[in-house]
């Protein structure tokens, strides 16, 4: 399997391991979903979420939903905004106590997400094309999540 | 007036988004690239023409998005709308839920499903195998450490194989990225008859 993704790789899918033949029929989907990553956390337009800035919210919503590991893959080229990939950090020491706030609540209380959320943002200064940057960011992770999550429990069963 | 819509239906609202949305006259090359379009086509949604913002995203979700719901082999396709709605429901995305429910019906040539499960909710009395995929959505959906081995037990029960296991995680995690697209970004409303 010439297959070698973050989530596989955070799954503990191996080349020639339990699983691999069903995911090499989705090869396709799991290069996507790399190229997926490479958008929202590395994009050429980093607009005003720079690289640093992505992985270390990526980290944070990681953290809040419990994969240590890809918390601390993505911590790592944090930099600067390390403190961020901390949940207890609300983010204000950065200026950005509304982004942070907006991205924790998207990551784990979605259903609750309401209008008066955007409109806070806008009021707070972030641009229309920047909130769908950061909406961007926080829907792939979720995605990215899921995928490792259900891929290891997926392998465990069928092993 | 617009009415936003709280409630699950299978009668597709309108979505209407909560930023601007890229002004196809304006768009850059790129833009216009990932959209698939020339300046003078105007059938671009605004969903699409709302995610265009982020073109580097749009570009490579659109595809990625086509083989998760609709690749050959694997889990069926009225299955995997069952996973995208198991997370649409969770994620209280009226606007996905209502695309994926009238899809499943329509690929099932039935509305019974769909019926129970808004009428019901999580409880909705479902066959055995349709109740293993859908109890998996939700718990994935939820928090992905709410997912188990008794998920995987009962989707193993039920006779899904490894690779209809492997479509439905993908159809559920895909729609924890649409979800908080479409729910986050805009409303489902419904518009007065003389704008329709």
Same mark, same amino acid.
């Given at each position: 399997m010439a297959l070698d993704t973050n989530a596989l790789r955070h799954a503990g899918i191996?080349?020639?391991?339990?699983?691999a033949a069903a995911v090499e029929g989705r090869a396709a989907i799991f290069e996507m979903t790399q190229a997926a990553e490479d958008a929202v956390? *590395?994009?050429?337009?980093?607009g005003p979420w720079s690289h640093e800035l992505r992985v270390a919210l990526a980290a944070r919503i990681a953290t809040l939903n419990g994969e240590a590991d890809l918390a601390a893959q993505y911590a790592d080229?944090?930099?600067?905004?390390? =403190?961020?990939?901390?949940?207890?950090?609300?983010?204000a020491a950065q200026g950005l106590a509304e982004v942070v706030a907006f991205m924790d609540k998207v990551a784990i =209380?979605? *259903?609750?997400?309401?209008a008066a959320d955007i409109s806070g943002l806008q009021a707070a200064g972030v641009a229309d094309a920047d909130i769908v940057r950061l909406a961007e960011l926080n829907a792939f992770l979720a995605y990215q999540i899921r995928v490792i999550a259900g891929l290891r429990l997926m392998k465990g069963a069928f092993a | 007036m617009t009415k936003v819509i709280t409630k699950f239906t299978r009668n597709l609202p309108h979505w209407q988004p909560r930023v601007t949305p890229v002004d196809l006259k304006e768009a850059s090359e790129e833009q216009l690239d990932a959209l698939q379009v020339? &300046?003078?086509?105007? #059938?671009?949604?605004e969903y699409v023409l709302t995610l265009a913002h982020d073109v580097e995203s749009l570009k490579v979700r659109s595809p990625l998005f086509n083989a998760i719901m609709?690749? #050959?082999?694997?889990?069926s396709r009225a299955e995997r709308e069952l996973g995208a709605l198991g997370a649409s429901m969770v994620n209280h995305c009226i606007y996905c839920a209502a695309v994926h429910a009238a899809r499943h019906a329509q690929l099932e040539k039935s509305t019974d499903v769909t019926d129970k499960l808004f009428r019901d909710g999580a409880k909705a009395d479902l066959s055995e195998r349709d109740r293993a995929i859908f109890d998996f959505a939700v718990a994935l959906s939820e928090? &992905?450490?709410?997912?188990g081995p008794a998920h995987m037990d009962a989707l193993k029960s039920a006779g899904l194989d490894e690779a209809e296991v492997l479509d439905l995680i993908l159809s559920a995690a895909l729609f924890g990225w649409a979800n908080r697209l479409m729910h986050v970004l805009g409303d489902p409303v419904r518009l007065p008859e003389a704008a329709v």
């Amino acid at each position: 399997m010439a297959l070698d993704t973050n989530a596989l790789r955070h799954a503990g899918i191996a080349p020639d391991g339990g699983s691999a033949a069903a995911v090499e029929g989705r090869a396709a989907i799991f290069e996507m979903t790399q190229a997926a990553e490479d958008a929202v956390l *590395r994009p050429k337009d980093e607009g005003p979420w720079s690289h640093e800035l992505r992985v270390a919210l990526a980290a944070r919503i990681a953290t809040l939903n419990g994969e240590a590991d890809l918390a601390a893959q993505y911590a790592d080229g944090a930099c600067a905004f390390a =403190d961020l990939a901390d949940p207890q950090n609300d983010g204000a020491a950065q200026g950005l106590a509304e982004v942070v706030a907006f991205m924790d609540k998207v990551a784990i =209380d979605t *259903r609750n997400v309401v209008a008066a959320d955007i409109s806070g943002l806008q009021a707070a200064g972030v641009a229309d094309a920047d909130i769908v940057r950061l909406a961007e960011l926080n829907a792939f992770l979720a995605y990215q999540i899921r995928v490792i999550a259900g891929l290891r429990l997926m392998k465990g069963a069928f092993a | 007036m617009t009415k936003v819509i709280t409630k699950f239906t299978r009668n597709l609202p309108h979505w209407q988004p909560r930023v601007t949305p890229v002004d196809l006259k304006e768009a850059s090359e790129e833009q216009l690239d990932a959209l698939q379009v020339t &300046p003078s086509n105007t #059938k671009v949604s605004e969903y699409v023409l709302t995610l265009a913002h982020d073109v580097e995203s749009l570009k490579v979700r659109s595809p990625l998005f086509n083989a998760i719901m609709y690749d #050959k082999g694997g889990m069926s396709r009225a299955e995997r709308e069952l996973g995208a709605l198991g997370a649409s429901m969770v994620n209280h995305c009226i606007y996905c839920a209502a695309v994926h429910a009238a899809r499943h019906a329509q690929l099932e040539k039935s509305t019974d499903v769909t019926d129970k499960l808004f009428r019901d909710g999580a409880k909705a009395d479902l066959s055995e195998r349709d109740r293993a995929i859908f109890d998996f959505a939700v718990a994935l959906s939820e928090a &992905p450490s709410q997912a188990g081995p008794a998920h995987m037990d009962a989707l193993k029960s039920a006779g899904l194989d490894e690779a209809e296991v492997l479509d439905l995680i993908l159809s559920a995690a895909l729609f924890g990225w649409a979800n908080r697209l479409m729910h986050v970004l805009g409303d489902p409303v419904r518009l007065p008859e003389a704008a329709v």
